[in-house]
């Protein structure tokens, strides 16, 4: 059955019981040579980040055609679903990575100032701070590489935990 073919079913039930409880639809494959989520754009990337919890098939099949610029009606379903798992487990490494090497502790200090209405700017903030780094315009950054926009985010988070850190000791030395 190809991708088409389920999308037409006017009662698809019985293939999602198969689909659920196939182990190969929960395989994780490359089949439309997608590549890593490290070449793709960065702000296509935080897109799929804010959208991951309401992610489904049909909204893959249009990224597919909107996005990769590949048209998967024709591709055999199982083949597609494990694209779509690959395509997931992309962005879903993507936020492992960020909130293993982006994220710190908010202090009491922070949250009075109000860090929490920052958190409503979203992905904004992060190419907002890259584009002021690197001298650039909001959409040259939207266009980066991944791997790049998260380079330079790691870079800019590693400097300033240096910097207070810098300053909490030096302070430390003042105060005796």
Not at 53 to 67: G, H, Q
Not at 75 to 99: G, H, K, R
Not at 116 to 145: P, W
Request: proline share 1%.
């Amino acid at each position: 059955m190809t991708v088409k073919d389920y999308i037409e079913l006017p009662d698809k039930s019985e293939i999602d019981v198969i689909i659920r409880f196939s182990q190969k639809s929960k395989e994780k494959i490359d089949w439309l040579q997608l590549g890593s989520y490290e070449n793709w754009e960065f702000d296509f990337v935080k897109e799929m980040q804010q959208r991951i919890n309401e992610f489904c098939f049909y909204d893959f099949v249009v990224i597919c055609d909107d996005y990769f610029k590949k048209k998967i009606g024709g591709m055999e379903l199982f083949n597609a679903i494990q694209s779509y798992n690959y395509f997931l487990d992309q962005i879903v490494q993507t936020i492992e990575i960020e909130n293993e090497l982006l994220s710190g502790e908010i202090d009491a200090d922070s949250r009075m100032a109000g860090i929490e209405s920052l958190e409503s700017l979203g992905a904004y903030l992060q190419i907002r701070a890259i584009a002021i780094a690197l001298h650039m315009k909001i959409d040259e950054v939207k266009k980066m590489k991944y791997s790049d926009a998260l380079l330079e985010l790691i870079t800019q988070k590693r400097l300033n935990d240096y910097q207070s850190r810098l300053i909490e000791i030096k302070t430390k030395k003042y105060k005796k």
